[in-house]
């Protein structure tokens, strides 16, 4: 079992910055594919960025290519998602979530965190 706490979210001006930061427990955190993922209301929950365990090699859906970057620390069994130039769309609840290696869906997600975006 692997427990999932994200921190991070707020009300930010369109154009400002947040970090989203998930904090693991449970289980060996270097094991996971982490990724972050973000639900509007009356949308789908999507994909948002992902990062490997393996090499660290990074995913980005096209939205936010050049606007957000995720990053990990095994030592801290934490991963990040540095959000910059926010627009008004990307206001969602951002969940955090493990893949574990081998599986080919995310098991473990987080309660979540709100970021909403003024214009």
């Known amino acids: 079992q692997v427990q999932l706490v994200e921190t991070g979210g707020g009300l930010v001006q369109a154009g400002g910055s947040l970090r989203l930061s998930c904090v693991a427990s449970?289980?060996?955190?270097?094991?996971?594919?982490m990724g972050w993922f973000r639900q509007a209301p009356g949308n789908e929950r999507e994909f948002v960025a992902s990062?490997?365990?393996?090499?660290?090699?990074?995913y980005y859906t096209e939205s936010v290519k050049g606007r957000c970057t995720i990053s990990r620390d095994n030592s801290k069994n934490t991963v990040y998602l540095q959000m910059n130039s926010l627009k008004p769309e990307d206001a969602a609840v951002y969940y955090c979530?493990?893949?574990?290696?081998?599986?080919?869906?995310?098991?473990?997600w987080g309660q979540g965190t709100q970021v909403t975006v003024s214009s």
């Open positions: 979530a493990a893949r574990p290696r081998g599986a080919y869906q995310y098991v473990y």
């Open positions: 990062i490997t365990w393996r090499d660290f090699t990074t």
């Open positions: 449970g289980r060996t955190f270097s094991n996971y594919t």
